[in-house]
């Protein structure tokens, strides 16, 4: 189980069942400064762009926009369970799943899609390939620990969790993300000082990668079940986007996961 740069992307070989990937911003078609695969209606880039950018992004999994679910997301912890009957929601921007920053599904018949400019994506499915899914970890969602709410919703559907997988895809580091104190309180609350380092008395370095790790071990996924990707959104502009270091006007990547056709 691995994180791997395949081209234009960012691939987690998790389960022979299971794609999974992560898009930087290279291979689209936007202009400066959301140049050139921005995903993101949220910006100031032209709408045909993101339509066509959203179409690239799923083509080495052989899927299309019309089996892509995307939602509203929010920075919080509400997760939904989506099936066939949700294909298409958000794809283009349209009806995307309201208030969620988890989406899971058992049925192959669909894509997991959700945006990203630094936050964690987060990962998850099972030794045997039962269930996928896919959770957005900013520094809110971690703190309200969406990752242990991702493991019990598969734990409700009978699936052990010492048998769950999880991949941490590429996000900001702890080199780039400097945070305050109502940060240091929200995260030291749930994972302990561990992924905060101090820069001085209001401000730390926060590793949101190792916050979330801590908090899918404190829940009962085992250590060596658990893979990070080695990349720093903030440092590798030449790769990612990055909210922090370019600020709004910048795009958006993508997280995806889908179960195999059978």
């Not at 078609?29 to 995903?39: H, I």
């Not at 959700?114 to 996928?132: E, H, K, R, S, W």
Request: proline letters at 5%; one cysteine or more.
């Amino acid at each position: 189980m691995e994180f791997r740069l395949d081209g234009t992307r960012v691939v987690l070989d998790v389960h022979p069942r299971v794609n999974a990937w992560f898009t930087t911003r290279k291979g689209g078609v936007s202009s400066a400064p959301f140049d050139t695969l921005n995903l993101s209606y949220s910006v100031d880039d032209l709408p045909a762009n993101i339509v066509e950018n959203r179409r690239r992004a799923l083509l080495g999994s052989g899927r299309g926009l019309n089996e892509l679910v995307m939602p509203h997301q929010i920075h919080q912890n509400h997760i939904e369970w989506v099936g066939p009957e949700h294909k298409g929601r958000g794809a283009r921007g349209q009806n995307p799943i309201s208030a969620t920053d988890g989406l899971f599904t058992e049925s192959d018949a669909l894509v997991l899609g959700m945006g990203f400019a630094d936050c964690v994506p987060i990962y998850l499915t099972d030794a045997d390939a039962q269930a996928v899914g896919i959770l957005h970890a900013g520094w809110r969602g971690t703190a309200a620990q969406i990752q242990k709410l991702g493991v019990e919703q598969l734990v409700r559907r009978g699936i052990d969790r010492r048998r769950i997988l999880a991949g941490i895809g590429p996000s900001i580091g702890p080199c780039c993300y400097e945070v305050d104190r109502p940060v240091y309180d929200a995260i030291s609350a749930v994972a302990g000082g561990e992924p905060l380092v101090q820069k001085d008395e209001e401000h730390w370095w926060l590793d949101l990668k190792k916050a979330n790790r801590i908090l899918l071990q404190m829940v009962g996924v085992l250590p060596e079940n658990i893979v990070e990707a080695p990349f720093c959104t903030g440092c590798r502009s030449d790769l990612f986007f990055s909210y922090r270091v370019e600020g709004r006007r910048s795009g958006r990547m993508g997280g995806y996961i889908c179960l195999k056709n059978k």
